[in-house]
T-cell receptor, first 117, second 113 residues
Framework: AQSVTQLDSQVPVFEEAPVELRCNYS??????LFWYVQYPNQGLQLLLK??????LVKGINGFEAEFNKSQTSFHLRKPSVHISDTAEYFC???????????????FGKGTKLSVIP | EPEVTQTPSHQVTQMGQEVILRCVPI?????FYWYRQILGQKVEFLVS????????KSEIFDDQFSVERPDGSNFTLKIRSTKLEDSAMYFC???????????FGPGTRLTVL
């Protein structure tokens, strides 16, 4: 089984400042990692994913994340946030290999990013 | 890749009533999921559906829940006798072509009174 921990439930940040949203996971098998964003009153949109290869992955809207296997982390970063980045961000994992209980995503509790003008 | 659409966007029902939530894939896909998100909590897996059969389900998905694809297109989640604690956002998702990421619909907000 997998678990995902997002330690920060809320992160306020001033516009144009950098931000890092933390994600740590636990799994007995290799996983794929994802970040989803949920804007107010909307569904979940895929922001970026790590499947293999370079541990630094870039996503939409200027976000990037770095996979750190030794620390079992997948932190999300943006060098300069915009008001429109105000949303809730969810980290999620799923096993790499299809097996019993695979393919389903396990989500963290989410981090609400509030960008202050 | 295109996502899925869901109807209705908001459903209000009385406790004990049956509700059917619908998911309409834009193109032919075989692997679908239902998740729910109780207000203020994390997104939780309910059930996956592959090739017209349940593939796996969570402990949340008890006998009150059922899924089907009645016409080969729409993918439905039925809750037979709703409880107050069923109030949540329900998301449908489909597996991407590369079998890696999942694409979510906009969700249905279910309110049980």
């Amino acid at each position: 089984a997998q678990s995902v921990t997002q330690l920060d439930s809320q992160v306020p940040v001033f516009e144009e400042a950098p931000v890092e949203l933390r994600c740590n996971y636990s799994s007995s098998v290799s996983v794929y990692l994802f970040w989803y964003v949920q804007y107010p009153n909307q569904g979940l949109q895929l922001l970026l994913k790590y499947l293999s290869g370079s541990t630094l992955v870039k996503g939409i809207n200027g976000f990037e994340a770095e996979f750190n296997k030794s620390q079992t982390s997948f932190h999300l970063r943006k060098p300069s946030v915009h008001i429109s980045d105000t949303a809730e961000y969810f980290c999620a994992v799923r096993p790499r290999a299809r097996q019993a209980g695979s393919y389903q995503l396990t989500f963290g509790k989410g981090t609400k990013l509030s960008v202050i003008p | 890749e295109p996502e899925v659409t869901q109807t209705p966007s908001h459903q209000v029902t009385q406790m004990g009533q049956e509700v059917i939530l619908r998911c309409v894939p834009i193109s032919n896909h075989l692997y679908f999921y239902w998740y729910r998100q109780i207000l203020g909590q994390k997104v939780e897996f309910l059930v996956s559906f592959y090739n017209n059969e349940i593939s796996e389900k969570s402990e949340i998905f008890d006998d009150q829940f059922s899924v089907e694809r009645p016409d080969g297109s729409n993918f439905t989640l039925k809750i037979r006798s709703t409880k107050l604690e069923d109030s949540a956002m329900y998301f449908c998702a489909r597996l991407g072509l590369a079998n890696n990421e999942q694409f979510f619909g906009p969700g249905t907000r279910l309110t049980v009174l």
